[in-house]
């Protein structure tokens, strides 16, 4: 261990700043999100088996909802500009945004450079939950997702229903693609349902059985025109595992809702990032 200085207390003692103030940060109208959702009709759905993902589609000004339906099930969650899969999103720009996890009236952001809101939280049935004694919080935009490489490298598995494999899998199927082509386009997601955080003795990321029920949802409102993939964890409640075959999984459902028209009347679709991308040059 390195040489305590003199000076340590003083060092530990400076106060933290906020890295990305976000008061200039431009705001969803999330009066007029509600007032369309009011008189939003179901369009679609989709059935998410344990174990594995589906993928989905949703038109910008549309709504989607993720529910648990028959027990505590946690997602994995990845969304694409459904016109240009190298713009999606974001999770660690969405993480130095808005924090650690989402809840209602934050976003989910896409990558550079477009750094467009691509989906705004509308509701939450789990924003009760807070933060626990652990430091545990719901909806986490932290882990990257289980996937069979971290599997291998720790344990020599070779274990094919992780949720990387199976959003490899629900994208290429979706789109056409073969697993090659479809793998690079998966991405660290948003974690719905999952109650996670890091300890506060040597900082480890950490998960714990999540308090969703069936009922529970996280609600959209789709700001572009979206493709998405949402995985049924393997780890089910991830309570104590996240890739097994024998821990307790169940399905989930998504729906698609589709305002009135002239219910968003005014609203348009963010605009790409403004950044004239010279590098300085």
Excluded at 182 to 198: I, K, Q, S, W
Excluded at 210 to 220: A, Q
Aim: charge should be negative; proline fraction near 7%.
């Amino acid at each position: 261990m390195s040489q305590l200085p003199a000076d340590a207390d003083a060092r530990r003692a400076v106060a933290p700043v906020i890295c990305y103030p976000v008061e200039t940060l431009p705001q969803p109208d999330m009066a007029l999100y509600r007032r369309a959702r009011e008189g939003a009709t179901k369009v679609a759905q989709w059935r998410v088996a344990p174990r594995d993902a589906a993928s989905f589609r949703v038109d910008a000004g549309q709504f989607f909802r993720i529910t648990s339906i028959e027990g505590p099930q946690v997602g994995d969650l990845n969304l694409w500009n459904a016109n240009d899969l190298s713009e999606r999103f974001y999770s660690g720009k969405t993480r130095a945004l808005h924090g650690t996890h989402l809840t209602e009236g934050q976003r989910m952001w896409t990558s550079f450079p477009a750094l467009r809101p691509m989906a705004t939280v509308m509701s939450d049935s789990l924003s009760w939950y807070g933060a626990d004694e652990f430091g545990g919080r719901v909806h986490d935009v932290i882990g990257t997702r289980c996937d069979p490489y971290t599997g291998n490298l720790l344990s020599g598995t070779q274990y094919h229903h992780c949720c990387h494999s199976n959003l490899t899998r629900a994208l290429a199927d979706a789109t056409g693609m073969s697993l090659a082509e479809a793998e690079p386009h998966v991405h660290d997601v948003l974690n719905v349902f999952m109650c996670t955080g890091f300890t506060r003795d040597t900082g480890q990321y950490f998960m714990k059985a999540s308090p969703v029920r069936p009922g529970d949802h996280l609600e959209f409102f789709a700001e572009i025109d979206l493709l998405g993939a949402l995985s049924a964890c393997p780890g089910g409640d991830c309570g104590q595992v996240h890739s097994s075959d024998t821990a307790a999984c169940y399905p989930m459902l998504i729906e698609a809702f589709a305002p009135a028209p002239g219910a968003l009347e005014g609203w348009e679709p963010p605009v790409r990032n403004g950044y004239d991308r010279s590098h300085g040059r």
